[in-house]
């Protein structure tokens, strides 16, 4: 049956409609099934801009039914000092997989925000250590929100350090979620000594320079690299990477934007020095931690499949609650 229209969904309709374990179901869900090889691979394409860039991710997705999506987002990371305006900002467009109708257009920035912090959620549930009390998070804005929000769902975090370069923003951050989370938040200007302490560790951060070093992280540590998501960003030393255990979201595109792209530029790694997908981890194909002293690293770039299935889960729940404005692109 052809739809009335596309549903044209705002922000504050996707935030409404999607909690973050919701996300992390649907997130896991789309890392078996590319584990399993059931998916088309993802695509990506990037292209730069002054001050910042723009990338397109999409991907297709057999799910209770066929499900395209494509999203266009902008990333320029001093648009709040500059214009007032969000640093990631676009759209995310969801077809119906087998006949092309455009079934919805919705604003990128709330499924970005959660199907990334899901992806750091679900990936600790598999390769941090199950008794993981401490995190330092690095970078204390949306990102780094969410990424404690998942991490929560999935181990008992009791104390959190935190660190940005903003210390306003890092202290708003321990004010917002000590109480929401039950959590034990505190403002670190030594990223060395936190991380020293942490079972875990998140950077989420823009940062075109590494700052978390090998000396920096104990062993048995799992570490959630999440800021970098284009050939120019970078957070972790390559020397980090090449001793430990890294597991990408995505191979291929990790070896082009990710923090493997650095140490493979280096000539540190190679890209079967990479213990694989999360995907195969989910899916049971590879195992995830063998030891609890083994440092775990998640390279998270973003897969598009990740986007494809939570645009779909807030469709299918906008569409049951008559959420959102129909328009009819034909006429």
Not at 150 to 155: F, H, Q, R, S
Not at 267 to 282: F, H, K, Q
């Amino acid at each position: 049956m052809k739809p009335d229209g596309t549903l044209l969904l705002t922000g504050r309709d996707v935030a409404a409609l999607l909690t973050i374990e919701e996300c992390m179901t649907a997130v896991e869900h789309a890392f078996q099934l590319y584990g399993e090889g059931k998916t088309q691979p993802p695509g990506i394409l990037g292209v730069h801009a002054r001050d910042g860039g723009f990338h397109i991710k999409a991907g297709l997705l057999e799910l209770n039914h066929s499900y395209f999506a494509a999203k266009i987002n902008a990333n320029f990371p001093e648009n709040a000092k500059r214009v007032g305006l969000p640093t990631i900002q676009g759209v995310v467009v969801l077809y119906d997989g087998e006949n092309g109708y455009p079934l919805a257009l919705m604003d990128s920035i709330e499924i970005t925000i959660q199907r990334t912090g899901a992806a750091t959620g679900v990936a600790a549930k598999y390769l941090a250590r199950r008794d993981s009390k401490t995190v330092t998070i690095c970078g204390c804005g949306n990102q780094g929100r969410i990424s404690l929000r998942a991490l929560t769902k999935v181990l008992p975090i009791k104390k959190a350090w935190v660190w940005d370069r903003d210390r306003a923003q890092a202290q708003k951050f321990s004010s917002d979620l000590a109480d929401e989370l039950g959590v034990d938040i505190e403002v670190v200007p030594d990223l060395q000594t936190a991380v020293g302490q942490s079972d875990v560790c998140i950077t989420c951060t823009p940062s075109k320079h590494p700052f978390l070093k090998k000396d920096f992280v104990a062993p048995g540590t799992f570490i959630a690299a999440v800021g970098s998501d284009n050939p120019e960003k970078q957070e972790l030393e390559p020397v980090l990477l090449s001793g430990n255990k890294l597991v990408a979201d995505v191979l291929e595109q990790c070896a082009m934007i990710g923090e493997l792209h650095h140490a493979l530029d280096e000539g540190l790694m190679t890209r079967d020095s990479a213990y694989g997908e999360l995907g195969e981890v989910v899916a049971g194909i590879k195992p995830g931690r063998t030891s609890n002293d083994e440092v775990i690293i998640f390279d998270s770039t973003g897969m598009a499949l990740q986007d494809v299935v939570t645009a779909a889960e807030v469709y299918e729940k906008a569409v049951s609650a008559r959420v959102g404005t129909l328009i009819d692109f034909a006429h």
